[in-house]
């Protein structure tokens, strides 16, 4: 019985070293990778956000807002040269249906799906790229995820509402890594310069 209990110690503390062996080995391989230096750290770990920002956006279907459409004998697809570049500035709209003005009916949308009239009045897919001026640019992962955690432009307090037919009320449901990714990713696309028109109150529709 004394043996037993031995045999049975000295293999829980050989499988302790073996696991401590590769726990130390993948460190090492982690720090030979990145070292010490903070900047190659934080670029490691960006690369594991962008990723996953992609899948989440992707899964969301947030293009089919945030993404200029091409249209062909085919159909409509996605303008991957404009990936979340917002309402193309000077795309017109069709004359709003004032049915879409009264709560209860369905909304209008543009031929795009990039402009949406509703109770609310106009709103306009944004710009989501890096773009200094008419983008997100400026922003920081903070602002970004506190403006999805409100649903508050720019994410004060005075800040206008993000308006239909955004899902921001889904979207703060993320864990805040999650929402890093997105915005991480979003700071990995081509800046694409286009100004979004502001959204058009109901009252200036009718």
């Not at 019985?1 to 726990?23: F, V």
């Not at 091409?70 to 404009?82: C, E, Q, T, V």
């Not at 109770?119 to 506190?146: E, H, M, Q």
């Not at 955690?149 to 800040?159: A, E, F, I, Q």
Request: net charge neutral.
């Amino acid at each position: 019985m004394q043996s037993k209990k031995i045999i049975i110690t000295a293999s829980l503390i050989c499988t302790t070293i073996i696991w401590l062996a590769c726990s130390s080995s993948a460190n090492e391989a982690d720090a030979a990778i990145t070292g010490s230096d903070p900047a190659k750290q934080a670029e490691a770990e960006e690369g594991n956000l962008i990723p996953r920002g992609e899948y989440l956006l992707t899964v969301g279907g947030c293009n089919d807002c945030h993404t200029p459409k091409i249209f062909s004998p085919n159909g409509m697809s996605l303008d991957s040269s404009k990936l979340y570049s917002g309402h193309p500035a000077g795309s017109k709209l069709p004359s709003p249906d004032p049915k879409a003005l009264v709560p209860g009916q369905w909304l209008q949308m543009a031929p795009d799906v990039t402009a949406f009239v509703g109770p609310w009045g106009i709103s306009y897919a944004a710009n989501l790229t890096p773009d200094s001026a008419t983008g997100i640019g400026t922003w920081t992962a903070d602002v970004f995820i506190k403006t999805l955690r409100t649903g508050k432009h720019l994410g004060m307090d005075n800040g206008r509402p993000i308006l239909p037919p955004m899902p921001w009320p889904n979207l703060a449901k993320l864990k805040d890594e999650d929402l890093k990714a997105i915005y991480t990713y979003l700071m990995s696309l081509p800046p694409i310069s286009n100004r979004v028109p502001g959204p058009v109150p109901p009252n200036e529709l009718k």
